[in-house]
């Protein structure tokens, strides 16, 4: 697209939704920045068969060069629905571009669509901060880096959410070209630190009843489930860094390097669970989490419920 050809098939997968929507909106603007109300279809996978699709793929644009038809949640498809459309992507219409987002795709298929296929994830923790002050900018404001620390240390690496609390703040302090570390403090939707704290120590205590009480705090506060993961498993991978460090002979400055993490109580707190997890056992943590993961993107259970079963599985010996 860069070079002035387009594609005919894009795959925008991961686990980042504001670089996916980012990268799915670059792609519609500048394809069809036209009648686009006349060319461009969108379906979600679990309502629309392959053969819908493809027909829509074989018809041609109307008044315009070109249309697109977007797939989203294309990774409920199965593996004999993502075959279904091998014969098109090898004889694709030169006038459609077929866009499929997805949180993940099989490796046979990545393998099938090669080139057209684009992998956006989460950035490290160090890039974090250059996010933060680069998503602020297109907002029309500046961020202080103390605001920008504490957003990090808030939401993580979630750039969606880091948009999400950003839009926020820019709607909050109007006119103003800065956003200040008490508008974050004011608006910025988190469940508390100490709050996650408490259930890992619970996990790492194995005391199943009072990890099941925190998870039901922070289910109380409204945080959508997949953000609710995402924070325990950030937490956990903090502390299997951490154990790491430990491990080498490190101390908290050590950690403090490793993580990119500048809060003195989130690092002292972090070093004392940590000497409570075995490596092996914060490993399979890890993996638990990995598991939990894809049942909430495909299990019809409810929520809560898998949630948790999760707890469960991390707070009994095993």
């Not at 046979?108 to 956006?120: M, P, Q, S």
């Not at 990090?152 to 302090?173: M, T």
Request: glycine fraction near 6%.
């Amino acid at each position: 697209m860069a070079k002035g050809r387009a594609r005919p098939f894009y795959l925008l997968y991961g686990d980042e939704g504001y670089l996916v929507e980012r990268a799915q909106a670059r792609i519609v603007d500048t394809l069809l920045p036209q009648l686009r109300e006349l060319n461009y279809t969108s379906y979600d996978a679990g309502q629309a068969p392959p053969s819908e699709v493809i027909n829509a793929c074989n018809t041609l644009p109307c008044m315009a060069q070109r249309r697109i038809v977007l797939v989203k949640n294309a990774h409920q498809y199965s593996k004999s629905d993502l075959k279904s459309f091998s014969p098109y992507l090898q004889s694709p219409s030169p006038t459609t571009s077929l866009i499929f987002i997805a949180a993940e795709m099989t490796a046979e298929f990545l393998r099938e669509v090669k080139d057209g296929a684009f992998h956006l994830e989460r950035p490290p923790q160090k890039e974090v901060i250059p996010w933060i002050r680069t998503i602020a900018q297109e907002l029309g404001k500046e961020i202080t880096a103390e605001a920008a620390g504490y957003l990090q240390e808030a939401v993580g690496r979630d750039l969606q959410g880091i948009y999400h609390e950003l839009s926020k703040a820019s709607l909050y302090i109007g006119e103003r070209a800065r956003i200040e570390l008490q508008d974050v403090e004011r608006l910025v939707s988190e469940v508390r630190v100490t709050t996650i704290f408490d259930l890992t120590k619970a996990i790492g205590d194995r005391d199943l009843k009072r990890a099941l009480r925190a998870l039901e705090r922070i289910w109380e506060s409204g945080e959508p489930p997949l953000k609710i993961l995402g924070m325990i498993s950030r937490q956990f991978r903090h502390l299997l860094m951490t154990k790491e460090v430990l491990t080498h002979g490190g101390g908290t400055e050590e950690v403090k390097k490793e993580l990119g993490i500048s809060n003195p109580y989130y690092l002292r707190e972090l070093t004392a669970q940590a000497k409570g997890f075995s490596p092996a056992s914060l490993q399979r943590a890890i993996k638990t989490l990995w598991q939990a993961d894809l049942k909430l993107k495909r299990s019809s259970l409810p929520r809560r419920l898998l949630l948790e079963g999760l707890i469960i599985k991390l707070a009994t010996p095993s």
